[in-house]
């Protein structure tokens, strides 16, 4: 499998690396806005009639930021944006993105908080940015998306490695280099963060716990991933 990446420097100790990691074909991320409002069901429809997926999965940060990039007039206006994000309250209270993944703990829920309501299983990115659900039948803006592809956007810090932190381990595995341990961090949608020790070829995966703040302590053998967030909202 092939991966394209590209690492623009910022200073000798600390460049952003950018990583497009194809789950199992190749292809870009990409997200289409639909010019009309529609419900949720006729959204998806149009969505795929138009060659995508249907509606968008925003099942990492790197997504979810590009949504809300592209979304900024329609919400600036009032109007809520329609995503592929379900709520199935008679199978086990499940929640689940289009694509097949599990909304994350730092997925973030209007007010802070996950209400669930039988009657309202459709995800809809609220004006403010943040998640709520609702019955889909409100017309409002959808969002079309593609699920072959995921971006993954780091902040990369060489010669360092976080001080421990507790409950933010993910794993840990042998990797041959640091460009696979970032890899490794960009197909796992719960990771945020990844150190690769050169000296004994270790990859440590980090969850959601990891601190917004880090802090790091010198280690020539080590090179730490710091990857893009969800917006934290107040």
């Not at 600036?76 to 592929?84: D, L, P, R, T, Y």
């Not at 403010?128 to 780091?154: H, M, S, V």
């Not at 360092?160 to 993910?170: G, V, Y």
Request: glycine share 8%; net charge neutral.
């Amino acid at each position: 499998m092939r991966y394209s990446t590209t690492l623009v420097a910022l200073s000798l100790t600390s460049f952003t690396a950018v990583l497009l990691l194809p789950e199992d074909a190749g292809g870009v991320l990409d997200f289409f806005l639909l010019p009309n409002k529609t419900n949720s069901s006729d959204g998806e429809r149009q969505c795929r009639e138009r060659g995508y997926d249907g509606l968008a999965a925003l099942s990492t940060p790197e997504a979810y930021n590009q949504a809300l990039e592209m979304s900024q007039d329609w919400r600036s206006i009032g109007m809520g944006i329609e995503v592929g994000l379900r709520y199935f309250p008679y199978n086990n209270s499940l929640l689940r993105w289009d694509d097949g993944n599990t909304p994350t703990p730092d997925t973030p829920w209007r007010n802070g908080n996950l209400k669930l309501k039988s009657h309202k299983t459709v995800g809809r990115i609220f004006y403010e940015g943040n998640l709520i659900f609702t019955d889909g039948t409100t017309r409002k803006i959808p969002i079309c998306g593609n699920y072959g592809i995921r971006e993954a956007t780091f902040s990369l810090v060489t010669e360092a490695e976080p001080e421990t932190f507790e409950n933010a381990t993910l794993g840990e595995t042998l990797e041959p280099s640091y460009i696979s341990c970032g890899i490794k961090c960009g197909l796992e949608t719960r990771c945020r963060g990844a150190v690769f020790r050169s000296d004994v070829f270790t990859c440590k995966l980090f969850n959601t716990n990891l601190p917004l703040n880090i802090t790091f302590r010198n280690n020539p053998q080590a090179t730490m991933f710091v990857r893009a967030r969800y917006p934290v909202y107040p």
